[in-house]
């Protein structure tokens, strides 16, 4: 092949990588999954406070020390929605491990496990003050009110990424928002639980893993 044959491939194929390219928008970097999860836990921070401020802190306190078991369940769903938000972060990124999403897993057992105790302290301390069935509803809604505008913020910080797992994502992020909305709830839940209000807690937290990862898995897989 002459030099004259070769130089003209080249060119060719040249003009063939500067038309393909031609038309391509340049792409913003991904901010890393800690800088992300850092601008997470300081907006929920900022929620926190704002809540806080026109809460009963010194009923809540009270309340918390008389039941010294109550942290189990406080400390865990507060873990479960830290360690929530740090793996959803990670799953967004096309080259993280799929196992990120067992992260929350063992705060999440703490968490659910504790919230029971309640309704066995209803057989050992029968003067404690429960949730009744007309106070229950009043969770269910405070859990989902919150969760609502979360789920739109997580599914917005992870919409630029791509994750290779969205439903797992989403899932996470669902376990994550409920889990920080329903640590959130402490601040007005001055009652221990009973069975009804587990069963309500329960619900609201299936309510908003289930909607996050239908709503939330469909939204990241139009993405691809």
Known sequence: ??????MTGHLVHDDFINALSADLAPVRRVWSPA???ALWFAGVAAAAI?????????????HIASVPDMWLAITGSVLTGILGAIAVFQLSMPDRSPHWALLPLPAAVLWLGASGMGCLRYILQPES?????AEAPHCLFFILGLSLPMSVVM??????????YPARTSTVAGLAIAATAA???NLFHPFDATSTDVLVHALAIAIVIGAN???GGRLLNAGK
């Open 50 to 62: 704002a809540i806080a401020s026109v809460s009963d802190l010194p009923a809540m306190a009270l």
């Open 35 to 37: 800088v992300r999860s």
């Open 183 to 185: 640590s959130m709830l």
């Open 155 to 164: 599914i917005f910080a992870m919409r630029r990424a791509f994750t290779l």
């Open 1 to 6: 092949m002459s030099d004259d044959t070769k």
């Open 129 to 133: 003050h429960f949730a009744g069935i």
């Open 213 to 215: 990862r239908y709503l």
